[in-house]
Nanobody, 118 residues
Framework: VQLQASGGGLVQAGGSLRLSCAASGNILGINTMGWYRQTPGKQRDLVAS???????NYAESLKGRFTVARVNGQNTVYLQMNNLKPEDTAVYYCKLTEFQNGVRYDHWGQGTQVTVSS
C-alpha cells in the first residue's frame, strides 16, 4: 500500500489549506484513513481520522477548524484546515490503518509541510 499526500504549503494566519492523500495498492481489510502531525522533537499526534464507514475522530483542540473527509471508491482522504494558526505549523502525515484476519497494518505517507506565518 502506498500513500501520496499533497497540499501543504505556506499560508498566513487565518488562512486555509486542504491536504489530500491518495492510497493505492492492495487494500483488503476494514480500514481507517487519517492525518497526524509532528513538530521537531515531539511525538506524532492524531489530527483527525475517518473510517471506511464514515465515522470521524478529531483531536479535541482542532474540532471546528479542521474537517476530515474521504472518498471510499478512490481511497482518498482530505483534510480541510481553516483559520490556521502558527501553532498548526508541522509536518502532516497521512496514515491508513487496515485490519486483515485480525492483524493490524499501518501504512504512512511521506509527510507534507504546513507552515503558518503570523
Amino acid at each position: 500500500v502506498q500513500l501520496q499526500a499533497s497540499g501543504g504549503g505556506l499560508v498566513q494566519a487565518g488562512g486555509s489549506l486542504r491536504l489530500s492523500c491518495a492510497a493505492s495498492g492492495n487494500i483488503l481489510g476494514i480500514n481507517t484513513m487519517g492525518w497526524y502531525r509532528q513538530t521537531p522533537g515531539k511525538q506524532r499526534d492524531l489530527v483527525a481520522s475517518v473510517t471506511d464507514g464514515g465515522t470521524t475522530n478529531y483531536a479535541e483542540s482542532l474540532k471546528g477548524r479542521f474537517t476530515v473527509a474521504r472518498v471510499n471508491g478512490q481511497n482518498t482522504v482530505y483534510l480541510q484546515m481553516n483559520n490556521l494558526k502558527p501553532e498548526d505549523t508541522a509536518v502532516y502525515y497521512c496514515k491508513l490503518t487496515e485490519f486483515q484476519n485480525g492483524v493490524r497494518y499501518d501504512h504512512w505517507g511521506q509527510g507534507t509541510q504546513v507552515t503558518v506565518s503570523s
